[in-house]
């Protein structure tokens, strides 16, 4: 029965796909130091073989880990920042931008000149951060 | 089929808004953005700048007392105040207003950090990995598991799978039924501000209790300062009254409203002091059971270092890009799952659902043969190991009960376009079996609604009731209340738990009713995802996961 369901949902799938030769692989979250934005960087079955290398999977995950995690860094200046922010009712989120949101835009301006990235097939469409549970990474098939 | 009803639904929305907008309209393409194809119940105002939960009416209302009070007490007490004692008292109580009311707004009107739902591929793609081998001739269907185990600073978490978002919730996340949104680090649903309260608006949250709560005190002494002062001139309490009215009644107001204020903020400081969540606070997530060591994973060390991390450390930005454009992409990887979800309104949530699962569950315990009953309800949550559904539990075959369906009965519900397609989740498909498990669509739902008249008749019960009832039912109430009123000899649901873990639950119930009655929560919590092991034996919960 569960053949027949996952048979019907893959024809369903290339049907109506847009790009059907594309394999979207989706990279899952990892909690194991808590609810941090952190990726798996477990090497995805699907991608066994394929034109992406272990290694540069690796060093991406790898890379986009540490932007988040240093955007959630618990730091002096932040607590500052969102000292300075309760004190003023909150009305300075209005015009500043906060800590994350910096680093977040250096993470996706960075991504534009990152070879490592457009290896990945990666487009500028999806964003990592977009999902809360998981990332997408794209291939296509080659 | 599908893909056009999405892009219907699209254009009504953007007609509406296109109309409204005008600088939608300068632009020589109209644009649509996300908010207007956004698929919980929310409420979006500024073009998708500003965001609320559905029903705001309480939300107004508390706008509403605040600023009446406020109001009265700077016209009435803060004028004689400022010429008989001190300048301070206005500037004081005009900031503490400002604050309150901004920390208000900015609770109601932000995300509270709703997590996007999976698109088709990305939820078909997530079930394939969890699927699980069925041999080809087994007489029962075996769903994949619909929770997953992670290990979270050694701490076992168990995440469970969101039917409606098609993903797993990450830790401390949680499904807004209200708001039909899985939110981050959810709080509750709180109505007075008109919103859910979860990771990114706590701190607001927070902050406005608080300052509420300040703000209720300083008034109050105000208020009645002012009477005392005006007898101090020898005159009677009486004429003091008579003299000035408003500071009786903005004393009153305060009086009665300052105790749940203060009660509430006393608990939110002790929440955030160790780093919980209301919601976690009363399934008791993080209290030993069964002797196994439990502890919160999610704190930072220390008493300090909670309440900086929670009230001043670093804001995540919003998941749902509200005012992105909604390229052709995009429209397409939603619009499937737009015309997945039935677009029940509020109402049902109601009372109209109390009656479905008392009529299946008489059903139920009458025909022993079709529900396959399991010990793991009276698991506990952070306790088990490996075991795969505990609410979810395989249920799906009546092979006993030979159901005579009649043709104009199954085509009752055939109308319901496109409800029947989802290729990924139906995987409890029947011609003529019972699926009590979770029926994913609509049409499952209708038809299965169907099925259980037909048991019914045979039963001879009053069908009348049952006939649309059953559309918002959920697995969870069906299962936890047929453990309830089932007298299995083999279930022992009471034998089962350690002194303890009775505790944990008599402790939880009363922690529940206690918010119940100071606050409007009950209305508010996740309820349907309630620890069974913490809450399922006690009647009183039982109610409460069915409301």
């Not at chain 1, 290339?14 to 130091?33: G, N």
């Not at chain 2, 009965?409 to 079996?433: A, F, G, M």
């Amino acid at each position: 029965m569960s053949n027949h369901h996952n048979n019907g949902s893959r024809a369903g799938e290339t049907e109506q796909m847009a790009q059907p030769q594309c394999l979207k692989v989706f990279i899952q979250r990892d909690y194991s130091e808590g609810t941090l934005v952190k990726f798996q960087t477990r090497f995805p079955q699907e991608l066994e073989g394929r034109v992406i290398r272990k290694t540069s999977l690796e060093t991406t995950i790898n890379r986009l880990n540490s932007y988040f995690a240093e955007a959630e860094k618990a730091t002096c200046s932040t607590y500052c920042e969102g000292c300075l922010a309760c004190l003023t009712a909150y009305l300075i989120y209005i015009c500043k931008e906060t800590h994350y949101e910096k680093v977040s835009t250096t993470l996706t301006n960075n991504r534009e000149n990152d070879t490592d990235w457009q290896m990945l097939g990666k487009t500028s469409e999806e964003d990592p951060q977009a999902r809360g549970s998981s990332g997408t990474f794209l291939e296509r098939a080659s | 089929m599908t893909v056009d009803l999405g892009y219907q639904l699209v254009d009504l929305c953007s007609l509406q808004s296109g109309s409204t907008d005008t600088s939608v309209e300068m632009a020589q393409e109209r644009i649509t953005r996300k908010w207007e194809v956004f698929q919980g119940r929310n409420r979006f105002y500024c073009n998708g700048r500003l965001m609320t939960a559905p029903n705001s009416g309480v939300f107004l209302l508390t706008v509403f007392l605040i600023t009446l009070t406020s109001t009265l007490f700077f016209i009435f007490d803060c004028k004689y105040l400022a010429e008989n004692v001190t300048i301070a008292i206005p500037i004081i109580g005009g900031l503490l207003f400002l604050f309150t009311m901004s920390s208000l707004l900015r609770t109601s009107l932000s995300d509270p950090g709703i997590i996007p739902r999976a698109t088709t591929e990305e939820a078909a793609y997530v079930e394939k990995q969890i699927e699980v081998t069925n041999s080809a001739n087994s007489p029962t269907y075996r769903p994949p598991p619909r929770t997953k185990e992670v290990l979270v600073k050694g701490q076992t978490i168990k995440l469970k799978y969101c039917f409606t978002c098609k993903i797993f919730r990450p830790p401390r996340a949680s499904h807004c039924s209200l708001c039909d949104n899985c939110v981050d680090r959810f709080d509750h649903h709180c109505p007075w501000v008109g919103n859910c309260v979860g990771r990114r608006n706590y701190r607001f949250f927070y902050m406005f209790i608080v300052s509420l709560a300040f703000l209720a005190v300083f008034i109050f002494a105000c208020a009645v300062a002012h009477l005392i002062l005006i007898t101090k001139d020898n005159r009677q309490f009486l004429d003091a009254i008579k003299e000035s009215p408003p500071s009786v009644i903005v004393a009153i107001i305060c009086f009665f409203s300052v105790w749940s204020i203060l009660g509430l903020a006393g608990f939110h400081t002790y929440l955030t002091t160790s780093n919980q969540t209301t919601n976690e606070d009363i399934k008791g997530s993080f209290t030993s059971k069964r002797g196994q060591e439990s502890f919160n994973p999610y704190s930072q060390g220390n008493i300090c270092l909670n309440c900086f991390h929670i009230l001043c450390g670093p804001v995540t930005p919003s998941l749902i890009d509200r005012r992105g454009l909604v390229t052709d992409n995009y429209r397409f990887e939603i619009s499937r799952t737009i015309t997945n979800e039935p677009t029940l309104q509020l109402k049902n949530y109601g009372l109209q659902m109390q009656n479905g699962p008392q009529q299946l569950t008489m059903n139920a315990s009458e025909m022993p043969g079709i529900y396959r009953q399991t010990t793991e309800t009276t698991e506990s949550n952070a306790g088990s190991v490996t075991h795969l559904v505990t609410s979810e539990q395989p249920l799906a075959i009546a092979p006993a009960v030979q159901l005579q369906r009649s043709l104009e009965d199954s085509q009752q519900y055939k109308s319901q376009p496109s409800l029947n397609h989802s290729p990924v989740y139906n995987n409890i498909v029947t011609s003529n079996q019972v699926p009590l498990g979770k029926s994913h669509s609509y049409a499952d739902n209708l038809n299965s609604a169907v099925e259980k008249q037909h048991e019914l008749k045979e039963t001879a019960v009053n069908i009348e009731d049952l006939h649309l009832d059953p559309v918002t039912l959920r697995e969870n109430h069906i299962l936890s209340s047929i453990s309830e009123n089932t007298k299995f000899p083999d279930l022992k649901l009471d034998n089962d738990l350690t002194l303890q873990e009775k505790e944990n639950s008599l402790l939880s119930a009363s922690r529940l009713r206690l918010l119940q009655d100071t606050t409007m929560i009950e209305s508010a919590l996740d309820l349907d995802s309630l620890d069974d092991s913490s809450l399922g034996t006690n009647s009183q919960a039982g109610l409460m996961k069915v409301v």
